[in-house]
C-alpha cells in the first residue's frame, strides 16, 4: 500500500506555512496552565482510559451526554477506530471525492475496497452516494470538504444517512469555521455520527486530540477497539481547557474568518477561481499559471501552500488562512508570479 503522505512539516529554517490548515494564532492561555496543572499533579500513572474530564465538558458546550462522546488522538484516530469497527476486508468504505485523501489509506489498512461517488457540479451528494449499491458497510463525508471547503446542507445530510444501507460519519474537522454543524443530527439517527478535531479551531494541532459523538449503543463499541490508553493525561487536561473557553474560541473563528474573505477577494483580483470556502482554508486554481510552478516558486520564496493534484478532477492550491501577516506576504509573492 502506498501511505498518507501529510503536508510537508519543514524543521529547520523560518517559512510563511499555510499547506496544512493550521490555526495562526496561539491556543488559549488556559491550556499552557492546565498542561503546567497536569505536569504537578504527577505523570507516573497512566490517564483516564476514557478521557471523562474531557468528555463532561465537552458534553456541557455541546448539549450531549458525555455517553455520546469517545475521545481520540486527533480525530484521525477517530476516523481509524470507526473504519476498523465497521469495515472488513473485501467490504466497502464509501467517501466523495474529491475529499480528504486519508480515507484511501483507512481502506488500503483493511483491505477493503475504496467506494468513490464525485460530489455533484454544485458541491452537493449526487444521488448515486445514497443509493444502497454493492457492500458499503461505512460513509465518509467531510464538511466541510477537503480540499474545497464546501458544505452539504443539513436536510440532505439526513436524507442520505436514511437511505444509506450503513452508517455515516461527518467528519467535521472544520465545522467550527462554517455557518452549522451536524451535532443535532446525532440524536435524530443513529446512522449517523460526527468527527470533530480541536487541531484547527483549538489551535492545537501539535497536541493531537480529537473526539467522536455517536449514539450511545454505538460509542460502547468502538470502546472496544480503541488503543487503551489513546489519549494522554497533558492532552486531555490542554483539550478541557481549551473547549471550555468558548470566549477564545469565537473571537478566533471570527478573525479566521475575516482573513479567509480578504484571501478569497484577493485572489481572485490576480485571475484565480476560488470556491467559496467555509473551512480555514482556500482552493484555487490560476486561469492561465499552472498551478505546481506556482507551488514550486513559492516554495522557492519559502512560503508554503499545498499543491494536490485528483483523478477525474482537476489539480489547484490549497491555501491555508494565516494571518494577516502571512497573507500580506502571500500575495505579494503571487502578484510579481501572475
Not at 8 to 17: H, L, S
Not at 294 to 300: D, F, T, V
Not at 305 to 334: C, E, F, T
Request: glycine letters at 6%.
Amino acid at each position: 500500500m502506498v501511505g498518507y503522505a501529510p503536508g510537508e512539516q519543514p524543521q529547520e529554517g523560518q517559512f510563511v506555512k499555510l499547506n496544512t490548515n493550521e490555526n495562526p494564532y496561539p491556543p488559549s492561555p488556559r491550556v499552557a496552565e492546565a498542561i503546567q496543572d497536569a505536569v504537578e499533579r504527577g505523570l507516573q500513572l497512566y490517564p483516564d482510559a476514557l478521557a471523562s474530564e474531557f468528555r463532561e465538558r465537552a458534553g456541557d458546550v455541546l448539549g450531549v451526554d458525555p455517553d455520546w462522546i469517545m475521545a481520540g488522538n486527533g480525530s484521525d484516530d477517530i476516523l481509524t477506530i470507526v473504519t476498523r469497527a465497521l469495515v472488513g476486508q473485501g467490504q466497502q468504505l464509501r467517501m466523495p471525492t474529491p475529499s480528504y485523501i486519508l480515507y484511501h489509506t483507512l481502506a488500503q489498512i483493511q483491505g477493503s475496497e475504496v467506494d468513490e461517488v464525485a460530489f455533484t457540479p454544485q458541491w452537493g451528494l449526487s444521488p448515486e452516494f445514497a443509493t444502497p449499491s454493492g457492500d458499503p458497510r461505512l460513509a465518509l463525508l467531510p464538511n466541510p470538504n477537503s480540499p474545497t471547503g464546501t458544505v452539504v446542507s443539513l436536510p440532505a445530510i439526513l436524507e442520505t444517512a436514511e437511505s444509506l444501507p450503513c452508517p455515516l460519519l461527518v467528519d467535521e474537522a472544520y465545522a467550527d469555521f462554517a455557518e452549522f454543524h451536524s451535532v443535532d443530527l446525532v440524536a435524530k439517527s443513529e446512522r449517523i455520527m460526527v468527527a470533530r478535531t480541536l487541531s484547527k479551531s483549538y489551535g492545537l494541532a501539535g497536541l493531537r486530540f480529537g473526539y467522536l459523538i455517536a449514539q450511545p449503543q454505538l460509542i460502547h463499541e468502538f470502546r472496544k477497539v480503541k488503543d487503551s490508553y489513546n489519549c494522554d493525561a497533558l492532552s486531555v487536561a490542554a483539550a478541557t481547557a481549551a473547549i471550555g473557553d468558548q470566549a477564545w474560541l469565537r473571537d478566533n473563528v471570527a478573525k479566521v474568518r475575516a482573513t479567509r474573505g480578504r484571501l478569497s477577494d484577493s485572489l481572485k483580483k490576480l485571475g484565480f477561481a476560488v470556491i467559496p470556502s467555509q473551512a480555514n482554508f482556500v482552493w484555487c486554481r490560476h486561469a492561465e499559471q499552472n498551478s505546481q510552478q506556482l507551488y514550486e516558486e513559492l516554495k522557492s520564496q519559502r512560503i508554503l501552500v499545498r499543491y494536490m493534484k485528483y483523478p477525474n478532477w482537476q489539480d489547484g492550491l490549497r491555501i491555508s488562512v494565516g494571518d494577516d501577516a502571512q497573507i500580506d506576504a502571500l500575495l505579494a509573492a503571487l502578484k510579481s508570479m501572475v
